[in-house]
C-alpha cells in the first residue's frame, strides 16, 4: 500500500499543535512524584479528625500526625497515584476507613477484642501462639494471625508472638495500617470508595451485611473528599 505522503509544512504544523497538546496535558496533569503527603495531610486536616474524639479516649494520646508521617517514610508510594486528584482520593479513603475503625482516633484496641476469635487454625504458615489474641488493634484494626504474622515479617516485630505492639508502638501501629493498605487496599482503589470497603471489611458489610456501617464510611469519605477540594468518584458503596 503506498504511503500518505504529508507536505512539510502541514508536518510541522501537526508537530507544533502535538507539543502544545502534550504540555497542556502535562500542566494539567502534573506527576504524582511531586505529590507531598504531608502538605494534603496537613495538622489542620489531621486534628480536625482526632479532635472529635472525646477527652478521655486513650488513641488522642497515642496517635498522632507526626507518628503518621514518621511511618510513611517506609511506604512512600502511599498518596501518589494517577493523577493529584487521585491521590487526594487515596489520602480520603484511608483517613475515612481509619476515621471509622477507630472513632475519631478514640480507640486503639477492638472493642471486647480479647473476647473474640481471630485465630485461624487452618493457617500453619503463621499458626496461633498461647495466650495471644490476634484481635483489632491500630488505625485499621489489624485482625487475625496471617495479617500479624505477614505485618511483624514485613515491618519487623513479632507480630503472632507480641501482637500487643500495634497497641503499644504508635509509629508501628500506623505501619501496619499502610502495610495492610499498599497489600490489600490499593490494588482495587482504582475500582471506587467501595471496593476499598470490601477490601477492608467486605465480608460483614458488603453485598446487604450491614448498609448502615457502609454509608457512615461512605459520609466520612465524602467529607473528606470535600475538604481536599475533589469529587468522591463513582462506584462509592458494595
Given at each position: 500500500m503506498a504511503q500518505i505522503i504529508v507536505p512539510s509544512n502541514i508536518f510541522l504544523t501537526l508537530i507544533i499543535v502535538a507539543a502544545a497538546v502534550a504540555g497542556y496535558v502535562e500542566a494539567q496533569s502534573p506527576s504524582t512524584s511531586d505529590v507531598s503527603v504531608a502538605d494534603i495531610v496537613t495538622p489542620e486536616f489531621f486534628n480536625g479528625i482526632i479532635g472529635q474524639a472525646d477527652a478521655s479516649c486513650?488513641?488522642?494520646?497515642?496517635?498522632s500526625r507526626a507518628t503518621f508521617l514518621e511511618a510513611l517514610k517506609s511506604y512512600d508510594q502511599f498518596g501518589k497515584i494517577g493523577s493529584i486528584d487521585d491521590s487526594k482520593r487515596e489520602i480520603a479513603a484511608f483517613f475515612a476507613h481509619v476515621t471509622h475503625e477507630t472513632f475519631h482516633f478514640c480507640y486503639i484496641e477492638e472493642i471486647d477484642g480479647p473476647s473474640k476469635d481471630y485465630c485461624d487454625?487452618?493457617?500453619?504458615?503463621?499458626?496461633?501462639?498461647?495466650?495471644?489474641?490476634?484481635?483489632?488493634?491500630?488505625?485499621?484494626?489489624?485482625?487475625?494471625?496471617?495479617?500479624?504474622?505477614?505485618?511483624?515479617?514485613?515491618?519487623?516485630?513479632?507480630?503472632?508472638?507480641?501482637?500487643?505492639?500495634?497497641a503499644n508502638d504508635p509509629i508501628i501501629s500506623f505501619k501496619t495500617a499502610l502495610w495492610y493498605w499498599m497489600n490489600s487496599v490499593r490494588p482495587v482503589i482504582g475500582e471506587g470508595f467501595g471496593a476499598t470497603i470490601r477490601a477492608i471489611n467486605g465480608a460483614l458489610e458488603c453485598d446487604g451485611g450491614n448498609p448502615a456501617t457502609v454509608q457512615k464510611r461512605v459520609a466520612y469519605f465524602t467529607e473528606y473528599c470535600n475538604q481536599l477540594g475533589i469529587a468522591p468518584g463513582d462506584n462509592l458503596t458494595c
Amino acid at each position: 500500500m503506498a504511503q500518505i505522503i504529508v507536505p512539510s509544512n502541514i508536518f510541522l504544523t501537526l508537530i507544533i499543535v502535538a507539543a502544545a497538546v502534550a504540555g497542556y496535558v502535562e500542566a494539567q496533569s502534573p506527576s504524582t512524584s511531586d505529590v507531598s503527603v504531608a502538605d494534603i495531610v496537613t495538622p489542620e486536616f489531621f486534628n480536625g479528625i482526632i479532635g472529635q474524639a472525646d477527652a478521655s479516649c486513650v488513641g488522642k494520646n497515642f496517635y498522632s500526625r507526626a507518628t503518621f508521617l514518621e511511618a510513611l517514610k517506609s511506604y512512600d508510594q502511599f498518596g501518589k497515584i494517577g493523577s493529584i486528584d487521585d491521590s487526594k482520593r487515596e489520602i480520603a479513603a484511608f483517613f475515612a476507613h481509619v476515621t471509622h475503625e477507630t472513632f475519631h482516633f478514640c480507640y486503639i484496641e477492638e472493642i471486647d477484642g480479647p473476647s473474640k476469635d481471630y485465630c485461624d487454625e487452618s493457617n500453619t504458615q503463621y499458626p496461633c501462639k498461647p495466650n495471644k489474641g490476634y484481635y483489632g488493634r491500630g488505625p485499621i484494626q489489624l485482625s487475625w494471625n496471617p495479617n500479624y504474622g505477614r505485618a511483624g515479617e514485613s515491618i519487623g516485630f513479632d507480630g503472632l508472638n507480641s501482637p500487643e505492639t500495634v497497641a503499644n508502638d504508635p509509629i508501628i501501629s500506623f505501619k501496619t495500617a499502610l502495610w495492610y493498605w499498599m497489600n490489600s487496599v490499593r490494588p482495587v482503589i482504582g475500582e471506587g470508595f467501595g471496593a476499598t470497603i470490601r477490601a477492608i471489611n467486605g465480608a460483614l458489610e458488603c453485598d446487604g451485611g450491614n448498609p448502615a456501617t457502609v454509608q457512615k464510611r461512605v459520609a466520612y469519605f465524602t467529607e473528606y473528599c470535600n475538604q481536599l477540594g475533589i469529587a468522591p468518584g463513582d462506584n462509592l458503596t458494595c
